[in-house]
């Protein structure tokens, strides 16, 4: 191309080029949300189920994940119209799912959890991570 002066191809080759690397933008956090989601749904049973070292590990990795992401979203420069759209409602269904395994967990668990409860508490952490799975999928498809 010839510095400002595009012809009607080059100018429509540099619109599809910006138009994939913008959609491509999206992947990372994509990435992101699917890896905290899928760890959420590790999460809960390891800190509920677990024996003595695990919950300490899992709060400790929890901690350092929590750290990493802060980061990572700091220095992120995605300017996304999907990620805009989908970013205030995931986060918000996400929360307020991690409420639900964190309340019956604490409040609600038996000294000596049965099948049928630990079968809950997985099912509470698999729906605690849905939100950011759906949102991972939704940014990484993103074309």
């Given at each position: ?10 100018a ?64 992120l ?18 929360v ?16 000596r959890?049965t ?7 997985v099912?509470?952490s ?8 759906y ?9």
């Amino acid at each position: 191309m010839t510095g400002d002066h595009f012809t009607p191809d080059e100018a429509l080759q540099e619109i599809g080029r910006v138009g994939q690397r913008v959609g491509s933008s999206s992947r990372g956090p994509g990435r992101a949300y699917l890896f905290v989601g899928l760890a959420t749904m590790v999460y809960w049973p390891a800190m509920f189920l677990g024996g003595y070292p695990l919950p300490l590990l899992a709060g400790a990795g929890w901690i350092v994940l929590t750290v990493a992401l802060c980061v990572y979203w700091a220095r992120l420069r995605v300017h996304n119209r999907l990620l805009k759209r989908i970013n205030g409602p995931v986060s918000a269904a996400y929360v307020v799912t991690m409420m639900v395994p964190f309340v019956v967990g604490v409040w609600l668990r038996p000294d000596r959890p049965t099948a049928g409860w630990t079968a809950v508490l997985v099912a509470l952490s698999v729906l605690a991570g849905l939100p950011l799975v759906y949102g991972g999928l939704r940014l990484m498809r993103n074309r």
